[in-house]
């Protein structure tokens, strides 16, 4: 009985030193390539047509603008609430150019224009309280990461996590292999993928000036940052 646990142990022991050395041996990169491929088998339609292009691994810091995971988030967040505010902007403008038409005959009483007018009043006042409800959003974006906000304009040299930008070959759902990327970023011990977007979810971001936001929302902004 002793021989055959000493044997048992040896095994599991010589087992667990060459899981540990493994561990340790493993660099950065291939921490992170061994997440990508992971979430590659989870999303690709034909995920073993997958093939790596370029991947290169950087440092993310809290005060850096783009190498930082929590400030691309928000980033994106607000961009995408704006892109959505000012499309309903654009569709308060046109109702109200449309009000300007039946103005006349809406004062003058004709059924007609009573209606149309009415009718694109409604429109424009719905678009503007969708247009006010999303600058709400946006502003207790900036109120819930004001800490993440502080360290950014602070320059708190902090490192917390790391990003890539991979470049790769895989087959579509056509079954033809193309290009594309995607942003990941990981957390410090790379032991998780904290996010990721792909082509799609940056193309939504694509007209956004961060200017045209601050121009909007001066006031608001500027309040906030005074609290």
Same mark, same amino acid.
Do not use: A, P, R, V
């Given at each position: 009985k002793n021989y055959t646990y000493m044997k048992i142990y040896s095994f599991f022991s010589v087992l667990l030193v060459s899981?540990?050395? %493994?561990?340790?041996?493993?660099?950065?990169e291939e921490k992170a390539m061994a997440l990508i491929e992971t979430d590659m088998n989870q999303t690709l339609l034909h995920p073993s047509s997958f093939e790596v292009a370029k991947m290169e691994l950087d440092s993310c810091f809290k005060d850096d603008k783009t190498h930082n995971a929590e400030i691309f988030r928000l980033g994106y967040d607000i961009a995408t609430l704006y892109n959505k505010y000012k499309k309903v902007q654009e569709n308060v403008k046109r109702a109200e150019s449309s009000m300007s038409m039946y103005a006349d005959t809406y004062r003058m009483g004709y059924d007609f224009g009573v209606q149309q007018y009415k009718q694109y009043k409604k429109e424009r006042d719905q678009a503007m309280a969708k247009a006010e409800s999303y600058k709400e959003e946006i502003m207790?974006?900036?109120?819930?990461? &004001? !800490? &993440?906000?502080?360290?950014? &304009?602070? @320059? @708190?040299? !902090? %490192?917390?996590? %790391?990003m890539t930008i991979l470049s790769y070959r895989a087959k579509n759902n056509a079954g033809n292999v193309v290009m594309d990327e995607i942003l990941y970023f990981f957390d410090k011990d790379l032991t998780k993928i904290v996010a990721r977007y792909d082509q799609n979810d940056l193309i939504g971001l694509q007209g956004f000036d961060f200017n045209d936001l601050k121009l909007d929302f001066e006031e608001e902004l500027s309040s906030l940052m005074d609290k």
């Open positions: 899981l540990l050395l %493994f561990s340790c041996t493993q660099s950065n207790q974006l900036y109120k819930n990461n &004001i !800490e &993440i906000l502080n360290d950014l &304009i602070s @320059k @708190k040299h !902090e %490192f917390n996590g %790391f």
